[in-house]
């Protein structure tokens, strides 16, 4: 999607490893967000950061880090990976929160085996 | 209660026919009202964006909000296979650090 990138965009990766996901923005958009989506529960936020070295959790957010050390890059890190984190991951951006539409990338498909 | 609940389907109809995707929601906070599409593999992509009860129309698609009832409907007049997508509705309201509330989606199939 125009402005937000997600890399990579499939991954498999064995239980108990550490895992980093990355995404990148040109927008310079304050707000950024991390999702998982699975079948039956939706989206899901597991981290969000509200600008360079603020974040903040969401509502799944064991087992996961975030960073953000620039405003345009946003990292999500499996701590050691479980199959039960196999989704797919979707970042979003946003210039505004609670009454702006948000932008998302195009997510990543995680597979832990 | 959820504080946004979206009917589950899946939701199938033929080419041509008016769909109604509906979410209710329980915080009278909530100030702006969305509807986001997504393809399959995609992201979701934001398609409707309200802040106001009544109509608000784009092309085929109109969306409504009935802040007194709690409810907003998506309506997609003339549906066409390229509509088949997954729709999820989503709530805002302003305050520090007040986040998006997304109900869970529902799989639309337009058949030819």
């Known amino acids: 999607d125009a402005g937000i990138t997600q890399s990579p965009r499939h991954k498999v990766t064995e239980t108990g490893t550490p895992v980093t996901l990355r995404c990148h923005q040109t927008?310079?958009?304050?707000?950024m967000y991390w999702y998982r989506q699975d079948p039956g529960h939706g989206l899901r936020l597991i981290h969000y950061?509200?600008?360079?070295?603020?974040?903040d959790k969401g509502e799944v957010s064991d087992g996961y880090s975030v960073s953000r050390s620039k405003t345009e890059d946003f990292l999500l890190t499996l701590e050691s990976a479980t199959s039960s984190q196999t989704s797919v991951y979707f970042c979003?951006?946003?210039?505004?929160?609670?009454?702006?539409?948000?932008?998302f990338g195009s997510g990543t498909r995680l597979t832990v085996v | 209660q959820k504080e946004v609940e979206q009917d589950p389907g899946p939701l199938s109809v033929p080419e041509g026919a008016i769909v109604s995707l509906n979410c209710t929601y329980s915080?009278?906070?909530?100030?702006?009202f969305m509807w986001y599409r997504q393809y399959s593999r995609k992201g979701p992509e934001l398609l409707m964006y309200?802040?106001?009860?009544g109509n608000k129309e784009d092309g085929r698609f109109t969306a409504q909000v009935d802040k007194s009832s709690k409810y907003i409907s998506l309506f997609i007049r003339d549906s066409q296979p390229s509509d088949s997508a997954t729709y999820l509705c989503?709530?805002?309201?302003?305050?520090?650090?007040?986040?998006?509330?997304f109900g869970k989606g529902i799989t639309l199939s337009v058949r030819p």
């Open positions: 927008e310079n958009h304050r707000y």
């Open positions: 989503a709530l805002g309201r302003l305050g520090a650090n007040s986040k998006l509330t």
């Open positions: 309200t802040y106001s009860s």
């Open positions: 950061s509200y600008g360079v070295k603020d974040t």
């Open positions: 979003a951006i946003s210039d505004s929160q609670g009454s702006g539409g948000y932008t």
């Open positions: 915080n009278s906070a909530f100030q702006y």
